[in-house]
C-alpha cells in the first residue's frame, strides 16, 4: 500500500478516486509518563517516554487509515494529513488522527 501526503504517486496515475479515509487513535497519559516528563522539562533533554507513546499512536492511526482504505479496494492513499491535538482536563489525553483519499493506482 502507497501512502504519501502527496496529491500523486510519481509514475502510477491514479485509476480511480475511492472517497476519504481516516484514522483516530487516542491515548491517555500515564501519571509515571508525567513525572518522568516533567523531570526532563526541568533538566533538559527529550521526553523518550512520550516519543515512543506518540510514534505508537501514529502509527496505530496510519493502520487504520490503510485497512478502510482496503475495505474501499484501495491500493493507496494519497494527500495524507497528520494532526495531533491535545483532549481531556488538563490535556490528559493525546489524540492523532490522519486522514486521505483512498485510491486505486
Request: proline share 1%; charged share 20%.
Amino acid at each position: 500500500m502507497v501512502v504519501t501526503t502527496t496529491s500523486v504517486v510519481e509514475g502510477r496515475p491514479v485509476r480511480q478516486y475511492l472517497g476519504i479515509v481516516t484514522g483516530e487513535v487516542i491515548v491517555g497519559a500515564n501519571i509515571f509518563r508525567d513525572l518522568f516528563a516533567s523531570i526532563t522539562d526541568i533538566v533538559g533533554g527529550r521526553s523518550g517516554k512520550y516519543e515512543d507513546v506518540l510514534a505508537r499512536a501514529r502509527k496505530e492511526a496510519l493502520s487504520e487509515m490503510k485497512q478502510e482504505a482496503v475495505k474501499l479496494g484501495g491500493n493507496g492513499v494519497i494527500g495524507v494529513d497528520i494532526d495531533y491535538e491535545v483532549l481531556g482536563s488538563n490535556g490528559s489525553m493525546l489524540m492523532v488522527s490522519v486522514s486521505g483519499t483512498a485510491v486505486l493506482l
